[in-house]
């Protein structure tokens, strides 16, 4: 069995092929990200996993514009408190979604 691409495994995978996208070489890929310069051109024919929806990268735009007030307003906030709020966040749309998904009250 071959060994899974350590690139598509890795937790540099999008840093990978954004700079793959912008015609970094794989020479210097090597260099930024280590391993072989042959990893990166084999990893460069790995399919990439499906974006974000349309729908979701809208309302990930609407919610971002708040972040950018938070975000200056206290710009020394470390990333793992944005990570909390996103988690908040999450659970408080599980409720509004099954609030407004109830049937009517009789
Ligand atoms: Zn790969």
Redesign the pocket.
């Known amino acids: 069995m071959p060994k ?6 890795g937790p540099q ?1 999008d840093e990978v092929d954004e700079a793959i996208d912008a015609r970094v070489s794989f020479r210097d890929l090597a260099a930024r990200f280590g391993g072989t310069k042959d990893r990166y051109l ?5 399919p990439r996993p499906p974006g974000p929806s349309g729908e979701a990268s809208e309302l990930a735009n609407l919610l971002s514009g708040p972040l950018n007030i938070f975000l200056a307003r206290h710009p020394h906030t470390d990333i793992s408190l944005v990570k909390e709020a996103l988690g908040v966040l999450g659970k408080a749309a599980t409720k509004a979604f099954a609030a407004s998904r109830a049937p009517a009250p009789a």
């Open positions: 899974p691409c350590p690139i598509c495994t995978r084999r990893h460069r024919r790995h």
